[in-house]
Structure formats: structure tokens, C-alpha cells
């Protein structure tokens, strides 16, 4: 399944941002995801691909940024300049980089927080036991304060903050950042059963571009705010720029992600 051949549960039409009414990062963006779909967001640093899940999310706000031109629809709804909890209320849920977990709070304590919008509260402790399914890793340390787990149980309990939102749609930012291989396949397992089990729709951003398109459904590569390649994750692993500039492979072997990320921008896809 690919954007064009269903109706999109989210689309953004030739958006642009712009920060402090000057800095101007979106430049005529435009994507669709559809529903039941994971896609993949892939670009270099400075993309424009966080700000992109900012703009969907409501929280530009904080960063004194705007949509300034376009539209972004989900589920046949204008939510461009929404607030952000009637965005959450409507099934959007973003996870932010860096975990952004309640510290002082335990792991079972931030996840009946991210279930405050929910408007049936009842069963919420059950809910939980849905989490610790998906990550087993939580259900050891449900009294435990959130600060004082590793890495990976935070990125875990972050994702489940989210899962307890029963979102419609999840905007992932980075979910490897930082973590160890082994963990990195532990999350993505995970985030595929969420998809295909709780239906989930979901729009990734993420460095690791193997990862994220072993996992995606369609995907789209980012430059200076721009989408300048799309296609089925299968298309774009095949794609010769994309194995030479983002998976680390090309004429030579395999590369290592320093080289491939400082990379002198051919952009033969804008030729």
C-alpha cells in the first residue's frame, strides 16, 4: 500500500514554517500517510524533518514557529495552528526526542499520565498490563522512578506513555537515538506490533535509515525543508543514491554513517 492508492488519515499540502516570522524551514513540504501505515521520514540534519512533526503535532508554538502557508489534514480536518491537546484529543500523539519521560513520577505513574486525555479514565490500570506486553522490560520496574532507568526502558516507557493516549496516529522522533543495537530491533519489534495490532498509523523520523525502512510501509527523504524522493520502502532500499547516502552503501561497500552523512549533495533526484 503506498499514499496514493488510499485515502490518507494525514496529509500536509505545500506547508511552510516559518520561525520568528523570519527563519522560513518548510518550503512547499507535502506528504501523505495513510491509515494503517508506517512511514519513514528520512533526511540529513537541519531537514526540516522534526519541525515537520511540530507542525502536525501543534507544537511549534514553543519555538515561536507557525505554518505560515498550506494545510495539514488529518482525518478530513484542517488542524494547521490547533492547539496541541486538541490535536492529542482528535488521536495524534507525538513522542519527542530525547524520552522526555517523568523522571520523579514511576514507570506506572507516567503511564496513567498519558492516558489524562482519554475521555473513558475506567480501565486505565488494565491498560497498562497492554503496555508491559509490548515491553516486558516496564512490567519489572512499574514502582520504580522513571529517572533512574536506562536508556531503552525510558524510550520503552515513552512509547508507552503514547500507546495509553490510544492514538489513531503516533509521530515518532528519533526512537534509536543513543541506544544499543539490540535495543534499537527490540523497539522497532515492538512498534510494528503496535501498528499491526492496535492499528496504530505511524509517521517516523529517524537517522538509522536500514532500521526505519526494514520496518516502513512508504518513506520519504527530506532536503532543505523540502520531500525531493518517495516511494515503497522496498523502492527506496533499492535506490542507488539512497544506499550510497543513507544506508552506507554504495561502488566501495559499506561505509560508515560519518562519511555518508557529511556527503557532497549530487541530488541527482533534482536533476
Same mark, same amino acid.
Given at each position: ?38 512511514? !519513514? ?50 488521536? +495524534? ?26 475521555? !473513558? ?9 497492554? +503496555? ?10 512499574? !514502582? ?21 493516549? !490510544? ?76 544506499k550510497e547516502f543513507y544506508l552506507g552503501l554504495g561502488d ?20
Amino acid at each position: 500500500m503506498t499514499g496514493a492508492e488510499a485515502a490518507p488519515l494525514l496529509s500536509l499540502n505545500n506547508i511552510e514554517v516559518l520561525y520568528d516570522d523570519v527563519i522560513l524551514v518548510l518550503r512547499g513540504l507535502s506528504l501523505e500517510v495513510a491509515e494503517g501505515q508506517i512511514a !519513514a521520514l528520512l533526511g540529513s540534519n537541519g531537514a526540516g524533518k522534526t519541525t515537520t512533526l511540530k507542525a502536525t503535532s501543534g507544537l511549534l508554538y514553543v519555538e515561536d514557529g507557525e505554518v505560515s502557508d498550506g494545510t495539514i489534514v488529518f482525518d478530513g480536518e484542517e488542524i494547521q495552528g490547533m492547539d496541541a491537546h486538541r490535536i492529542v484529543e482528535r488521536g +495524534v500523539f507525538q513522542v519527542l526526542e530525547g524520552r522526555r519521560v517523568f523522571e520523579h513520577l514511576t514507570v506506572r505513574e507516567n503511564l496513567l499520565a498519558g492516558g489524562h486525555t482519554r475521555s !473513558a479514565r475506567r480501565g486505565l490500570e488494565s491498560e497498562t498490563d497492554k +503496555v508491559y506486553e509490548y515491553f516486558p522490560a516496564l512490567a519489572d520496574r512499574r !514502582a520504580q522512578a522513571a529517572g533512574y532507568l536506562s536508556g531503552g526502558e525510558q524510550q520503552m516507557l515513552a512509547l508507552g506513555r503514547a500507546l495509553m493516549a !490510544a492514538p489513531r496516529m503516533m509521530l515518532l522522533d528519533e526512537p534509536s537515538l543513543g541506544l544499543a543495537p539490540k535495543l534499537v530491533e527490540t523497539i522497532f519489534g515492538a512498534l510494528q506490533r503496535i501498528n499491526r495490532e492496535e492499528g496504530a498509523t505511524i509517521l517516523l523520523v529517524e537517522q538509522n535509515a536500514r532500521i526505519a525502512l526494514s520496518v516502513a510501509d512508504y518513506g520519504y527523504i527530506m532536503e532543505g525543508g523540502r520531500v525531493v524522493l518517495e516511494g515503497g520502502a522496498e523502492e527506496l532500499r533499492a535506490n542507488e543514491d539512497v544506499k550510497e547516502f543513507y544506508l552506507g552503501l554504495g561502488d566501495a561497500g559499506r561505509r560508515s554513517y560519518r562519511d555518508v552523512k557529511h556527503y557532497r549533495r549530487r541530488k541527482r533526484w533534482l536533476s
